[in-house]
């Protein structure tokens, strides 16, 4: 239910269960493990290939993306056309569900390519190990899901709260191990640079949903979807500016 919901990849059986809604939020970080294998097996055909460093930056920047349907990238876009038009509050609910994308959405969503690309670019310049690209996507889901399962749902946002009102303390403990054990196997595995990445990681998603969080009184999936974005880039450019 998790990969039928969260990602766009074709599933043999996708049949939604009511009993399992609890749990599709804890399961986030076990799609976000599926799309990080096909991104490094992706990296890996590419830089095997000897595919062009440009050609090669541009389809890793676009495969998470396009494994999920846009689905966080709409969020992202939502988001940043309610902050950015600094209007008032209600004016911002309401281009935050508005359907139609604003100029800011689209600002934004070119400065995210546009550095999504150059650290991909400078990444797979000088790349020795792909295993980032298994445990970003993992860890910007788990601090997903902690946010979804923690903090008071937006009231427009009837997804966040009706997995909000079916958490349990055992979904928020789960969580939490899934996060400790990525950033220690991270750590094992890549050392200072995984350590970095989960760090930048961790501080640009609380610097991105917190401020959003307060401004609309709730979260909701496009504030998560924003979140989940801004985290992914980070890691990607402490990885580039650590190579």
């Known amino acids: 239910m998790s990969l039928g919901m969260f990602t766009a990849i074709p599933l043999p059986r996708n049949k939604w269960e009511e009993s399992c809604v609890g749990l599709m939020i804890p399961s986030m970080p076990a799609a976000g493990a599926v799309?990080?294998?096909?991104?490094?097996?992706?990296?890996?055909?590419?830089?095997r290939a000897g595919a062009p460093s440009a050609i090669t930056a541009a389809a890793l920047s676009l495969a998470p993306f396009i494994?999920?349907?846009f689905l966080h990238l709409d969020g992202y876009m939502d988001t940043c056309d309610a902050v950015l038009s600094r209007r008032p509050l209600e004016?911002?609910?309401?281009?935050?569900?508005?359907p139609h994308t604003g100029a800011f959405a689209v600002i934004a969503v070119m400065a995210l390519f546009i550095m999504q690309y150059a650290s991909l670019d400078a990444i797979t310049e000088g790349i020795a190990d792909i295993a980032a690209f298994a445990f970003i996507p993992v860890i910007s889901r788990a601090l997903s899901a902690m946010a979804v399962l923690c903090l008071k749902p937006m009231a427009q946002s009837g997804y966040a709260r009706m997995f909000y009102e079916k958490s349990r303390t055992a979904h928020k403990i789960a969580v939490l191990v899934i996060i400790a054990i990525s950033a220690v196997s991270f750590a094992l595995h890549s050392a200072l640079c995984g350590i970095v990445i989960f760090l930048a990681m961790t501080l640009a998603f609380i610097?991105?949903?917190?401020?959003?969080?307060?401004?609309?009184?709730?979260i909701s999936g496009d504030i998560t979807g924003f979140a989940l974005v801004i985290?992914?880039?980070a890691g990607l450019l402490a990885w580039a500016l650590l190579q």
């Open 35 to 47: 799309i990080g294998l096909i991104w490094a097996g992706l990296a890996w055909v590419l830089l």
């Open 67 to 69: 494994l999920t349907g």
């Open 91 to 98: 004016e911002k609910l309401r281009i935050l569900k508005d």
């Open 207 to 218: 610097l991105a949903v917190f401020p959003a969080y307060r401004e609309f009184s709730g």
């Open 231 to 233: 985290s992914e880039l």
